[in-house]
């Protein structure tokens, strides 16, 4: 019996890619983190908004940003901040507009295709979904 296959809106069911990791564990859940912001930071229309708005610190910033998965996709305990209110103070400097949502969206699920496969990362694919949904829907009615 083959793995089961995964639902995406428009195409034809494929079989999962059993060579592929899924994110059940802390340790591919920081390595998707990781992965995806070398893409993020390499990106000529979000790299700027990390780098020279946001001024991040990616010492600090990925081990939050992996807390903050780790608890969407495996419950643990770890990431107490508010990011619409991260999200916001970087949208009051520079408005982070639909363009921005999408290529961020089309990354991170570029990064999720490319890397990793099993329930975990489709339940990432939808959480990214309704977490981008929410930020743009949030921040475009200031």
Do not use: C
Not at 54 to 73: G, S, T
Not at 78 to 100: C, F, I, Q, S, W
Not at 110 to 125: E, I, S, V, Y
């Amino acid at each position: 019996m083959s793995a089961p296959q995964r639902f995406i809106p428009g195409q034809p069911p494929r079989p999962r890619d059993d060579t592929k990791p899924d994110l059940d564990s802390p340790e591919q859940v920081e390595r998707m983190v990781a992965l995806f912001y070398q893409r993020v930071l390499a990106d000529p229309l979000l790299a700027p908004v990390f780098l020279e708005v946001a001024r991040i610190d990616l010492d600090a910033h990925l081990p939050l940003i992996a807390a903050y998965w780790k608890k969407l996709l495996l419950g643990e305990p770890g990431y107490d901040r508010h990011m619409m209110a991260k999200h916001r103070a970087v949208h009051d400097r520079e408005p982070l507009t639909g363009a921005h949502h999408e290529r961020w969206l089309t990354l991170f699920h570029a990064n999720l295709d490319r890397h990793f496969d099993g329930p975990q990362t489709d339940r990432a694919r939808l959480i990214s979904a309704r977490v981008m949904h929410n930020l743009y829907h949030n921040l475009s009615r200031i």
